[in-house]
């Protein structure tokens, strides 16, 4: 009898450690980060990477009595390798949570694989609002793009700017800031007299611009993801546009910190609004942009950075909550409802739908010791996500 029962025990054992969802060993704790570290979206993948390990820095690599360690996987942005890796780092490496992804197809892929073996999923970059609905794992750290665009869609038909012509990448976020804003602009009296989307593999701008150029709207207002931004304003630009009096509007990714001081003077005067600037005035944010600033030279933190610091530091708090005990579920749990001071300034994780909620700034860009910087000039104070409602 007892030799039935430790037998038994003994291909229980043997069971869970062949299952493919079993997690790492007892002492470590694994964070399984898939980014675009190479190709088009790079500059996401180095931003969230670079803010993840000063994440860890500053706030040490044991928690809980767990040996945190944090593995990170290049997806070039490229959902079937996404897919792939997400498998390999759960069944393999065995990580506790997987985070990252740096564009909505790559999250979506991600998913089912979230769910089918209960790992929490950290979004720190992808913008769609429909991401978080993909998975019950999913918890969100970046933003969503009706919420950068419906506040928009306010600021411009009070400030002058009614006929609107958009251009956005042709996918999901670029897809949604189109509808939200151009919903939101028509509530306000104004009008969209043309929607243009753009490739988001190697995109021509030159001939779109040309068209809005011919239709001399009072604004072009724009969504390209983030390293996309630099080529829109040097065309726009190149064309004359702005002093055709055609101004420039936006969700923050066009004038994207990573890239905005590079883009020269033509840049001074845009409006856009966004849920993160390098210039937030905070002493969290100038402690967290000192140190990003230190650590990484020559890069300066953008919305991406923070996306991904703030992912580590949910995760952490997940870890410390479940004393280093938690499941997949237990973690989850104690993802849903965090509230902190982010260097973006107060944000929580909605306990509902998981997603992040948090003030919008309407910012224009300004010189600032002889830098260009997203200066915020206005506040709509926490902001869910608008695509939620629909
Ligand atoms: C997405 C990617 C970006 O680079 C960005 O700025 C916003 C959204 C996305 O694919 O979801």
Known sequence: MKKRVLLSAIAAASLLAASPFSFAADDTFKIGLILPMTGQQASTGKQIAAAAHLYMAQNGSTVAGKKIELIIKDDAATPDVTKRLAQELIVNDKVNVIGGFGVTPAALAAAPIATQSKTPMVVMAAATSIITQASPYIVRTSFTLPQAAVAMGDWAPKNG????????????????????????????????????????????????????????????????????????????????????????????????????????????????????????????????????????????????????????????????ATKGKGTGDDLLAAMKGQIFESPRGPMFIDAQTRDVVQNIYIRKVEKVGGKLYNTEFDTLKDVKDPGKAK
């Open 161 to 320: 700017i009614k006929k609107v012509v958009t251009l956005v990448s042709d996918y999901g976020p670029g897809i949604d800031a189109e509808k939200f804003f151009k919903e939101r602009l028509i509530f306000n009296g104004g009008q969209v007299v043309e929607a243009l989307r753009v490739p988001l593999r190697s995109p021509d701008f030159a001939p779109f611009l040309q068209k809005v150029r011919d239709l001399k709207p009072d604004a072009l207002f724009v969504f390209v993801p983030s390293g996309a931004g630099a080529a829109v304003m040097k065309q726009f630009l190149e064309r004359g546009m702005d002093k055709a009096g055609i101004k420039l509007i936006g969700t923050g990714d066009v004038t994207d910190d990573d890239q905005l001081n590079d883009m020269g003077d033509g840049a001074l005067g845009v409006v856009t609004s966004h849920h993160y600037s390098a210039s937030h005035n905070s002493a969290t944010n100038k402690k967290f942009v000192a140190a990003f600033e230190a650590a990484n030279k020559g890069m300066r933190p953008n919305f991406m950075a923070v996306g991904g610091y703030d992912g580590m530091r949910v995760i952490y708090e997940a870890l410390k």
